[in-house]
């Protein structure tokens, strides 16, 4: 039976208990993480938010029935516990902060008992991902969960009064939004007023956030909600938050500004990291030449090397028809490999192949000077020498090469680079490399709808010195496009975007959308650019993935108070399920017969 | 042809510019609110969020290709003015903030032209509502909207900023979540990957709150969006917004005080208004008595009068047959308004009628002295003055009565009271009178279902003293309830929850729920409370309403960015809209086939 807590009011959070306090009366609520009884000593460690602090009951000095009371405890009961602050009459616990007092108690009751739960409620836990989703309640209250939500909060806080402090306005987007066919997938929600229409939920509020800089707003931000029913991944969830800001009268500039000075805040507010500003910036092709990728981790080196050049006139006819087919010759220098076994240097080339390589050529420098090489019988010496040096190979090193089209090469030799890093341990989590990359491609080709699609958004700005190919030359022409990235990954990004009816015009034609089809998805933005529209720019951050990166945790579900799994459903609470036929009848809807199982 | 910002940088937003700034050099950007030729000058009133500022061109002074320039401007075209701030050669502008200066410009750009927009930009616009919410951008562009804007993110984050400061920690809970058939009707989003299952979008973050307070997260805070698919009303929208907390080791009380601070500190911030705490408390029962409303305004008297027991003998058959019947006869007392015409005593008549009174019988006590009533033959002298007497009818006064069961009588004198107020004119929109209503009943009867409904819901703790009565007599059992008012609207209520599993049981059964139903619905938090569970507590506030009674807006549309229309439709992006057949066959759905029109 549950007891009332009437009569008592909590006085403190276990944790927030010292030293300081001892000889005062206090009362503390939590959870029983432990009971030990020794030698007629129950010593019972209460649990909260803050921390965790040990009551003892003694024979003699406390009331007997309240000795008995406390033997009867089990983990996870929930108590209220009146009593006194004393110094530690045995050996400090070094490894609590409350380590140096106890609470010696007065009263006690229990306000809630508890079942053993499925899984003990420990940092750390072995226990199934599965199965802590299930029961995410209880999850939640280990303490590495506690903290990672803690973070979330104070992230999410600082960066609400850094903003607000910089003149934006914090407005709320609709959830209920139109659909849209461009990009990925909506969520949609039947309308029951209008039978056969549709809600789309927003894959980001920027058609919002554009109309909001037409309406003067100036600066807004918004901690706002966006969705994809998209296949998920490891960092992907079917929801999920962005930190969305857009600013008027403004240029890349300024952007990247007050981004430095938030990042810099949070960095050094919430983690004790000093973020050196400015931060570093690299334009994306510098970024895919030198790391085969727009999101490089360049807390390493292993840079890819282009050498082209140098092969170009072997007879090894991987890297010749590469280059006969306009493709080129890259290399990295894994700098100490030289000896890796076979076995491994064969799983490396499955990896490669798995991002697209039709092989992978190496050159294994052993200690003592000799050359293992998967291709050395179709090079001349001189030729094999001139490669190893402009790979700077020396004793010991193993150089892996790729051959293909641009595309190809960098996504291998980038991911490569990065599973080597893996496999040497060179990523650091308490190092924070940030790097802006800048001057994306305004358009990339699309194979599978045979035009070009926008690699940001079809409102994003192209740089002014290459409008002028936007028709000859649409896959030449810079974008006014910046993203922001951590160790090896995108955090967050954002343009200046089209503020001229002609400019956004030509945009649309060289997507290949008539007229016609942008009025029908964008008509109402296209018609506010009529009356009147500043010159506006923004960025976006993925909370989720930020936080991660800053908890130091692999998965944005440890970052998420209810996460849901792979199929997008909720372990917990069991969504999606099915509802009534009534509901479906109102909204003019019905399954379709292979549903009606 | 737009002109680029390049090369110019604005140094400060219109209204920040005064008379200190004098002589300097600055760059203003913003919309042309006003372009006047005369007599060789022309004044340009250039708009942003901060105000309106006057640029002069003066013939002679300024470069005659600018004033040619100048002159071509039309209202919202955006401008940027290089120039130097001077106080006025002309006479100031008390209207204007800026009216002790002006700008003397050195350059000027048009970053873009506008078409005339299809109602002019200003306060107080007496343009349809229509035709506003289809140019929204526009529309928001107005004062009076930006300042509501401005206002609604102030209440945001000065409510962030205090609850965290108060230990609450902000945590997202799921828009995707489990529809549930209790309640309100639930937004569906149908699973592409569960063919024929549907998540609901949350009436509110109920379920998920009190999770977290099994989880130990001890204090919860959430700007939380909330939605529901019923039929609009002026102040309901299909999704809104609520502040949403919940605190866990914790009673009435601290819920009560924690909330208080709140207001206080949210009215004196952002309105500069002291609130006089505590608030005052009021239990139900006192609030239907006295002023017929769960949500009495109490800026004004005109309190109900029970006279039941004075006119239990009369042969009025109106009163008598209520007083048999098991109601009462109440009155109230309209002071000064005994003169008013018939036919508008009429029209009260038929207003108590649109609330459920069969009558409405009056005493209109002239000046002389004279009485006119409409049921003064039905009673003897005596009565009538007994009557009066105990209305405190004066010489002028105006006695409404109502005869009924309580609950038509109070839906019917609470509404006159109102009614009568507005045409009294008592409301004073300055004045801001809170009140927590107490001691709410646990259940009442529906006739629709038949049996008990939740006033509030499930999960709300009935109060101790009554707790013998939920099998015996639950219609007299109070709940641990309160409701927040302001000024006679609910802005925010909550309630402490059950924690106790056999209290949780016996409110399944007296709602009449079957063990599996209550299984099926709530599964996952009775669980979550086998596993120890703090007491708790918690309250929403609907935000919107909030900040529409703070900003004096008689519709929460006006404080919304892009609110909906009556349908729930959006009449700016025309959403909802059809989407293509193979959306619907990805989620296992068709239209039925009245639909397919």
């Not at 009147?532 to 993935?545: E, F, I, K, N, T």
């Not at 991660?548 to 692999?554: I, T, W």
């Not at 209810?562 to 997008?568: E, I, L, M, S, W």
Request: charged letters at 30%; proline letters at 4%.
């Amino acid at each position: 039976m549950a007891e009332s807590m009437n009569g008592l009011k909590r006085t403190h959070r276990c944790g927030e208990l010292s030293i300081a306090n001892a000889g005062e009366t206090v009362t503390i609520m939590g959870w029983v993480q432990k009971n030990r009884n020794k030698g007629g000593l129950v010593f019972i460690d209460v649990r909260d938010r803050s921390g965790i602090i040990q009551v003892v009951f003694e024979e003699g000095s406390t009331d007997a029935a309240l000795i008995e009371k406390a033997a009867r405890l089990r983990s996870e009961y929930v108590i209220a516990i009146a009593g006194t602050v004393s110094k530690r009459s045995g050996a400090v616990n070094e490894n609590l902060a409350t380590g140096e007092i106890e609470v010696i108690p007065t009263e006690l009751r229990i306000l809630s008992e508890a079942e053993t739960p499925p899984f003990p409620i420990e940092e750390n836990s072995k226990t199934k991902e599965e199965l802590r989703l299930k029961y995410r309640y209880l999850d939640l209250r280990r303490p590495d969960l506690q903290r990672n939500l803690l973070l979330r909060s104070r992230v999410a806080t600082l960066t609400r009064q850094f903003l607000s402090e910089e003149g934006f306005l914090e407005i709320e987007t609709p959830i209920l939004g139109k659909s849209t066919p461009e990009g990925a997938r909506d969520y949609l929600v039947p309308s029951r007023v209008h039978p056969g229409q549709f809600y789309g939920l927003p894959q980001s509020p920027q058609l919002f956030k554009q109309l909001l800089m037409c309406s003067g707003c100036d600066r807004y931000f918004q901690i706002a909600k966006c969705f994809r029913d998209e296949d998920l991944r490891a960092d992907r969830q079917p929801e999920f938050t962005q930190i969305d800001m857009e600013l008027s009268f403004v240029d890349v500039d300024d952007v990247i500004d007050v981004n430095e000075r938030l990042l810099a805040k949070l960095f050094k507010d919430v983690l004790g990291v000093e973020v050196a500003l400015p931060i570093p910036r690299m334009t994306w092709q510098e970024a895919m030449d030198r790391y085969g990728s727009d999101k490089p981790d360049t807390r390493f080196g292993m840079e890819l090397t282009d050498v082209t050049e140098v092969v170009k006139d072997c007879e090894f006819v991987v890297f010749k028809g590469a280059i006969e087919n306009g493709g080129t010759v890259r290399g990295i220098n894994a700098k100490g490999q030289g000896g890796m076994a076979r076995k491994k240097i064969d799983k490396l080339v499955d990896f490669a192949k798995g991002f697209g390589a039709k092989g992978l050529a190496y050159i294994a420098i052993q200690e003592d000077g000799n050359v293992k090489s998967s291709f050395a019988k179709f090079m001349t010496e001189a030729q094999m020498n001139a490669l190893i040096r402009a790979m700077n190979g020396e004793a010991g090193d193993l150089l892996l090469f790729a051959a293909d089209k641009n595309k190809v090469v960098w996504d291998v030799l980038g991911s490569l680079r990065l599973e080597l890093a893996r496999q040497m341990e060179l990523l650091n989590k308490d190092e924070y490399k940030f790097l802006w990359i800048t001057e994306f491609p305004l358009l990339e080709w699309s194979e599978e709808q045979n035009r070009y699609v926008a690699m940001h958004h079809p409102f994003t700005m192209p740089m002014e010195e290459d409008l002028n190919y936007l028709e000859s030359d649409p896959g030449r022409v810079r974008a006014k496009a910046y993203d922001i990235t951590l160790n090896g990954n995108e955090i967050g990004g954002g343009s200046v975007r089209i503020f001229q009816d002609d400019v956004q015009e030509r945009m649309f034609e060289a997507l290949g959308f008539t007229k016609e089809q942008a009025q029908e998805q964008f008509g109402f933005l296209l018609d506010a650019f009529k009356y009147g529209v500043p010159p506006h720019a923004g960025l976006a951050y993925g909370l989720d993935r930020l936080v991660m990166l800053m908890a130091k945790e692999d998965s944005i579900r440890d970052v998420m108070a209810f996460p849901k799994v792979k199929d997008a459903s909720c372990l917990m609470t069991a969504a999606p399920n099915l509802v009534d036929t009534k509901q479906l009848d109102e909204l003019g809807l019905a399954l379709k017969e292979e549903d009606l199982v």
